[in-house]
């Protein structure tokens, strides 16, 4: 079936502007999380979401970052006055349900760049 | 909070070599250890898993790992590499909690 998708796969902004990243999960996952995979910091989780709960916030750097998650499937990362420190490989992952023995399965990506 | 190390960020071999790449993490608990790959222009795709049971775990493409609790160590092996296994490489660790762990990634060049 289908994998994890993401739009869109590049986006160049300028600093300060606002921008919004989507990911569409894997039919039927409950779970879903996002990451971000940049040069000097690695591969970060940012938040994740699971069923109706609240979600876990824990990873998001500032405030400037926000994500939500409709109808428990299609997500949006959202990312105010973006600075250049924010450009990175945004990343989107999902799985049948949270917990210890479920996999994730990861999208291809967002590549932002602010300039 | 768990860390995840691999000590290797770099690591050139040529072709038919074999391969072992080192990941070290930290928590006391219960863990479930996964390695990555990410080829060029690709996305993450995972290689192996262990969540219990034999600690040798085999993967896709003739990798395997070896889970030593002992040490909190999860190396990834393989015997011969290809050229087509240029990749970057990553160590994950699941914890309490959901999210993945990841180490900084071992950048490999396998040279033909």
């Known amino acids: 079936g289908a994998g994890v998708s993401q739009s869109p796969s590049n986006k160049v902004t300028e600093k300060g502007k606002d921008v919004e990243l989507r990911c569409d999960p894997i039919?039927?996952?409950?779970?879903l999380y996002w990451y971000r995979q940049s040069l000097g910091q690695g591969l970060e989780f940012l938040i994740y979401?699971?069923?109706?709960?609240?979600?876990?916030k824990s990873g998001l750097p500032s405030d400037r970052f926000s994500a939500e998650r409709t109808g428990g499937s299609v997500s949006t990362l959202t990312i105010q006055r973006t600075q250049q420190e924010d450009s990175a490989v945004y990343l989107c992952?999902?799985?049948?349900?949270?917990?210890?023995?479920?996999?994730?399965?990861f999208g291809p990506g967002t590549r932002l760049t602010v300039t | 909070a768990q860390s995840v190390s691999q000590h290797n960020h770099h690591v050139i071999l040529s072709e038919a070599a074999s391969l072992e790449l080192g990941c070290n993490y930290s928590?006391?608990?219960?863990?479930?250890l996964f390695w990555y790959v990410q080829y060029p222009g690709q996305h993450l795709q995972l290689l192996l898993k262990?969540?219990?049971?034999?600690?040798l775990v085999k993967g896709i493409k003739g990798f395997e790992a070896e889970f030593i609790k002992s040490k909190f160590s999860f190396n990834l092996r393989k015997p011969s590499v290809q050229w087509s296994e240029t990749a970057e490489y990553f160590c994950?660790?699941?914890?309490?909690?959901?999210?993945?762990?990841f180490g900084g990634g071992t950048r490999v060049l396998v040279k033909p």
């Open positions: 979401f699971q069923g109706n709960s609240a979600p876990d």
């Open positions: 039919s039927g996952h409950t779970a």
């Open positions: 994950a660790v699941k914890a309490a909690g959901n999210k993945l762990t």
């Open positions: 928590y006391g608990g219960t863990v479930n």
């Open positions: 262990y969540f219990s049971g034999d600690p």
């Open positions: 992952a999902s799985s049948s349900r949270a917990g210890l023995y479920y996999e994730q399965y």
